[in-house]
């Protein structure tokens, strides 16, 4: 059974930095890349972040290019979302996804397997 779990969420004032953490099992980590999106309330599902297979390649949403860094630990089988210079306007649940293809992709229907997600709150 496949398994993503996110943790690393939490409330922080705007201009903190927060770490999530998504380690998953049932799958060959390294056969994956791996995405981050988030959802605000009411709000549509936004691509953040991915990383191919190998950690090579990255890409970010406008929004956070600068601020965020997605990295991952093939040995660990676990992508990171490290998030600085926080705004307001981060508040979301975050989500981690695994895609098959090598440099996966910013769409959300590309990928195979989902976490629960973490909440990020950032208070002005």
């Known amino acids: 059974q496949v398994q993503l779990v996110e943790s690393g969420g939490g409330l922080v004032q705007a201009g903190d930095s927060l770490k999530l953490s998504c380690v998953t099992s049932?799958?060959?980590?390294?056969?994956?890349?791996m995405g981050w999106f988030r959802q605000a309330p009411g709000k549509a599902l936004d691509f953040v972040a991915l990383i191919s297979r190998s950690g090579a390649t990255t890409n970010y949403a406008d929004a956070v290019k600068g601020r965020f860094t997605i990295s991952r630990d093939n040995t660990k089988n676990t992508v990171f979302l490290q998030m600085n210079s926080l705004e307001p306007e981060d508040t979301a649940v975050y989500f981690c996804?695994?895609?098959?293809?090598?440099?996966?992709?910013?769409?959300?229907?590309?990928?195979?397997?989902w976490g629960r997600g973490t909440q990020v709150t950032v208070s002005s």
């Open positions: 996804a695994a895609d098959q293809r090598i440099n996966g992709s910013p769409h959300s229907s590309e990928y195979d397997y």
């Open positions: 049932g799958l060959t980590f390294n056969r994956y890349a």
